[in-house]
């Protein structure tokens, strides 16, 4: 068993999964076993209106490619391992869900309690007669 699993892994390094972004303006390649080996970037993505979102498009280009190699690469594990492989969806892979972002906690604000200052005397080191803190 040892040597097909020494076989599987050096066929995954070896094999190569592209993707690219939804937009298209970055591709992501990666091994078999979802290590990236390259990143292409191109040009209009770099200096067009919306550089701002260049990261997001290069985590889905990787996560795009690394889902590829996952589904190439099950099969493949499951019969190392005798685990029936579970049949591929039938319109390919599912559509990821943007995260969406938790709403915020509210929480009730206590009154806040003012303090008199009139009763301390801020030029001795001791409280007043009624002073309570100083």
Request: charged share 25%; aromatic share 4%; proline share 10%.
């Amino acid at each position: 068993m040892q040597q097909h699993a020494a076989e599987l892994d050096a066929r995954l390094a070896a094999a190569r999964h592209t993707a690219r972004s939804a937009e298209q303006p970055v591709t992501a390649v990666v091994t078999g076993q979802g290590k990236l080996v390259d990143l292409r970037i191109d040009d209009r993505a770099l200096y067009g209106a919306h550089a701002q979102k260049l990261g997001l498009a290069i985590v889905e280009a990787v996560r795009n490619a690394r889902n590829e190699a996952r589904t190439a690469s099950l099969p493949q594990l499951n019969a190392l391992f005798g685990k029936p492989s579970a049949p591929p969806p039938a319109t390919g892979l599912l559509p990821q869900r943007q995260p969406v972002a938790p709403e915020p906690v509210r929480r009730p604000v206590a009154p806040a309690e003012e303090e008199n200052f009139e009763e301390l005397d801020f030029l001795t080191d001791e409280p007043d007669s009624g002073g309570a803190r100083w």
